[in-house]
């Protein structure tokens, strides 16, 4: 793990996200204290279409209209 100063960091930015690119994690320090980490960001996963199918289902109750005690709750 790379550690460079906040003024290494700004004339070198591009070269320190080359490295995180990487897989590297870079350390940012003022002086000889590290205020923060530069780290890759997991790559987001693709949604896939259906995943879900065949997970639930709605049963023939479903549809039945609500009896008149519970319709009342409702107003």
Known sequence: MATYTIHAAK????????????????????GKNPVARLVPVAPKPKRQFGRLKGKGSVGPEFFEPLPESELKLWE
């Open 11 to 30: 004339t070198n930015l591009s070269k320190l996200v080359a490295l995180v690119e990487a897989g590297e994690e870079v350390v940012l320090a003022r």
